[in-house]
């Protein structure tokens, strides 16, 4: 095991809802970063936190945003949800090192 | 172009084959590189990291190429518990890029 969580599990929304994500680092770990994962596809980075700052953003629009907390937590939060944001969210916990350690995910579903 | 591309494969061979994997980068500043192991509804695992020297961990085996830009992982003596999606991974400055994966599957 990583020691990097996520919650929830599951969720299921509906098209235009908002979402929040969370994802508890590894300890000792200071920035935390996130994915999107389409079936079939590898994942896709949606944008990374060190020590609460945003470090580097992948090609997501403004309507995925992020937190991260003075404990190193970190959460997702996506806006007006559309269909094509159903997939695994991965959130992924580093040190001083660039290796990455990944949460199980959250499965979202829109419909 | 994509950034980061690797053979989607899948790759299906006997059990105790050898089997290389090869990923290409685009961005000649890029950093550090990984290769990533994601069994089916699992999140990715660390494989190995990957270095200009090589390095190698049991039966696999790593290289990166910075003058051709590309990266492959060796996997010896394959078993089947080697059947997994492999990903490699290329960081660069505030961007870090997985290819779409490899799906290899090891028969007995």
């Known amino acids: 095991e990583t020691g990097v969580t996520q919650s929830p599990t599951h969720l299921i929304k509906t098209r235009g809802q908002q979402v929040t994500l969370r994802c508890s680092s590894q300890s000792g770990h200071n920035t935390v970063s996130w994915y999107q994962q389409a079936l079939g596809q590898g994942p896709q980075f949606i944008f990374q936190?060190?020590?609460?700052?945003?470090?580097g953003r992948g090609n997501f629009p403004p309507r995925f945003s992020g937190l991260q907390f003075p404990n190193y937590s970190s959460e997702l939060n996506v806006n007006a949800l559309e269909l094509d944001d159903s997939a695994l969210y991965l959130c992924?916990?580093?040190?001083?090192?660039?290796?990455?350690?990944f949460g199980p995910g959250t499965r979202l579903t829109v419909l | 172009r994509k950034e980061v591309e690797q053979d989607p494969g899948p790759f299906n061979v006997p059990e105790g084959a050898t089997v290389a994997f090869n990923c290409t980068y685009s961005?000649?500043?890029?950093?550090?590189f990984f290769w990533y192991r994601q069994d089916c509804r699992k999140e990715p695992k660390l494989l190995m990291s990957v270095y200009s020297s090589g390095n190698e961990d049991g039966r696999f085996t790593a290289q990166l190429n910075r003058a051709s830009q590309y990266i492959s992982l060796l996997i010896r003596d394959s078993k089947l518990s080697d059947s997994a999606t492999y990903l490699c991974?290329?960081?660069?400055?505030?961007?870090?890029?997985f290819g779409s994966g490899t799906r290899l599957s090891i028969r007995p």
């Open positions: 961005n000649s500043a890029s950093q550090s």
């Open positions: 936190y060190y020590r609460e700052e945003e470090n």
């Open positions: 991974v290329v960081n660069g400055a505030s961007k870090i890029i």
């Open positions: 992924a916990s580093s040190g001083r090192g660039w290796e990455q350690f």
